[in-house]
């Protein structure tokens, strides 16, 4: 029989276990619980699960966990692995839930995920709720300071609670952007509040442009279509020009983003909408986007090119190669001669697309005047 049991908030002890260790045959725990005794054995997370696999048939096992085995527990993953009326769950404060307690915040206005021991940000609960709670590891401060540096400092706050259950805990509001006075190798989580409101769709007029230099709504919304995006996927959108594209990307199905633009006007555009729409886990590569491919480590499941010129053009081998599997890269040309080079290079390649054009008519004012828009070209390449 396996039993999983929480020991609530504060230091790695027993003090608030609910039960008496003493009716079990075996207690397990993690290396770092300062307590010790014959039948305590303290293992990591494999060691723990391989033990008790072997054995819950055979002895009457405790298997301890920190905080609430309920939430994001290792206790929940191994017990999985054993018949359901081998296991009881005893339950004990968590880390969120103390923590709101002390705030007297509703958990139902809260998003939760973790980023301990974990390499990237969930976007689907990223800043979706009005506040979002964090587990954390050392690394933790870093990224979400890069995953939030285009938000204006006035459309966020954090609040850290760390060693929460120690007698010298601490709760309280920090500037993620400075040096926090924190040992950070201590257990801390992260509850940031969003004091912005977004919608997940833009109109032209909403992004700062050179000379109009934009993908149009209609365009910019059949590209995002063809692109056939899933949340936390990584897109890159090469010649992003206003970085509409990239940025409604974000908004409706919260990939992450890469742009490259090389005119620094344009970039500074970017780097204002960005802000404006409360843009998450994006990066801006200001340059010639050519130069930069090679420097990125993560590869992209999508692409999405609407300009860089001919030199962007010549390395559509070397990006479809780059490209995850099952994924998506889409072209935009408004030029034949754009639209030749490309072709020819992916003949060139052996690499096998589809091209459609897109001819589109608005009307404006009240006298309906025809406005037509130029003709766009479009290549889609699957991996």
């Not at 999983?4 to 290396?31: H, T, W």
């Not at 990223?126 to 459309?155: H, M, P, Q, V, W």
Request: hydrophobic share 35%; proline share 3%; glycine share 6%.
């Amino acid at each position: 029989m396996l039993t999983v049991a929480g020991n609530g908030m504060g230091d790695y002890s027993f003090k608030n276990l609910p039960l008496d260790i003493k009716e079990f045959d075996r207690v397990i725990c993690d290396i770092n619980f300062i307590e010790s005794g014959e039948n305590i054995l303290k293992l990591k997370y494999r060691d723990a699960k391989e033990y008790i696999l072997k054995n819950y048939n055979r002895e009457n096992i405790l298997y301890i966990v920190t905080g609430s085995p309920l939430f994001f527990s290792a206790g929940v993953l191994i017990a999985k692995s054993i018949p359901k009326d081998k296991v009881k769950i005893i339950d004990n404060t968590s880390s969120i839930d103390y923590l709101l307690s002390k705030l007297i915040i509703s958990k139902n206005q809260v998003s939760i995920l973790s980023l301990h021991g974990r390499d990237r940000i969930d976007l689907k609960s990223f800043l979706i709720e009005k506040y979002t709670f964090i587990l954390c590891d050392k690394y933790s401060i870093d990224k979400i300071g890069e995953a939030i540096r285009y938000l204006d400092k006035s459309s966020f706050n954090i609040i850290i609670g760390y060693k929460l259950g120690y007698i010298d805990e601490v709760i309280k509001e920090i500037d993620i952007r400075q040096n926090i006075d924190l040992d950070l190798n201590k257990p801390y989580v992260l509850l940031i509040e969003k004091k912005f409101s977004s919608s997940p769709l833009s109109r032209d007029s909403a992004f700062k442009t050179e000379r109009g230099m934009i993908t149009k709504e209609y365009k910019r919304n059949l590209s995002l279509q063809q692109l056939d995006l899933e949340p936390n996927q990584i897109l890159w959108d090469i010649g992003a020009g206003s970085g509409s594209c990239a940025i409604e990307a974000f908004k409706r199905y919260r990939v992450k983003t890469v742009l490259f633009e090389k005119n620094p006007k344009r970039c500074r555009f970017i780097r204002e909408n960005l802000k404006n729409h409360s843009v998450c886990d994006t990066e801006l590569i200001e340059g010639k986007a050519e130069e930069y491919f090679e420097k990125i480590e993560d590869n992209p499941d999508r692409i999405f090119i609407g300009g860089g010129g001919s030199e962007v053009i010549k390395k559509i081998p070397y990006l479809f190669s780059r490209l995850n599997k099952n994924g998506v890269m889409v072209i935009n040309a408004i030029t034949l001669k754009n639209l030749s080079q490309m072709v020819n290079v992916l003949d060139s390649a052996k690499i096998k697309y589809e091209v459609i054009s897109l001819s589109l008519t608005t009307y404006k004012g009240d006298l309906k005047l025809v406005e037509p828009e130029r003709q766009l070209f479009q290549i889609k390449l699957r991996k």
